[in-house]
Nanobody, 122 residues
Framework: QVQLVESGGGLVQPGGSLRLSCAAS????????MGWYRQAPGKQRELVAA???????NYANFAKGRFTISRVNAKNTVYLQMNSLKPEDTAVYYC????????????????WGQGTQVTVSS
C-alpha cells in the first residue's frame, strides 16, 4: 500500500557531505510528519530530525548546525542534508512517515523505509 524508498547513502570522508532522499509512494491521501532516524551497530535507533507538514522542524542535539531536513509535499519526499560529517555519524539511516492512506476510507499509519548506510571514514 505504501513504500518509502531511501537513497543517497554511501561512504564519505570526515568533514564531507551527503544528501539523503526518501520518497513515499502508494495510496497516499496526505502525509503528516516525516523524519529521519539512525541506528549504529550495537546502539538503539535514535531520532535525527523531523519535519511537520507545515515545515516545523526538530533536530537531535548532534544534528543541530550540521544537518538540515526539508520536504517537498508535491513529491511526497523528505530530504536530509548532512554536512561536516563525523565518524560517529556512521549508521544506517531510516526514513519515517506518518501517512494517511486513501483506501476508499482514510487510515493513518506509521511507515519506515528500508534504510540506507552512511559510512564516514578516511
Amino acid at each position: 500500500q505504501v513504500q518509502l524508498v531511501e537513497s543517497g547513502g554511501g561512504l564519505v570522508q570526515p568533514g564531507g557531505s551527503l544528501r539523503l532522499s526518501c520518497a513515499a509512494s502508494g495510496s497516499i491521501f496526505s502525509i503528516n510528519a516525516m523524519g529521519w532516524y539512525r541506528q549504529a551497530p550495537g546502539k538503539q535507533r535514535e531520532l535525527v530530525a523531523a519535519i511537520t507538514s507545515g515545515d516545523s522542524t526538530n533536530y537531535a542535539n548532534f544534528a543541530k548546525g550540521r544537518f538540515t531536513i526539508s520536504r517537498v509535499n508535491a513529491k511526497n519526499t523528505v530530504y536530509l542534508q548532512m554536512n561536516s560529517l563525523k565518524p560517529e555519524d556512521t549508521a544506517v539511516y531510516y526514513c519515517n512517515a506518518e501517512i494517511i492512506l486513501n483506501l476508499g476510507h482514510l487510515r493513518r499509519g506509521d511507515y519506515w523505509g528500508q534504510g540506507t548506510q552512511v559510512t564516514v571514514s578516511s
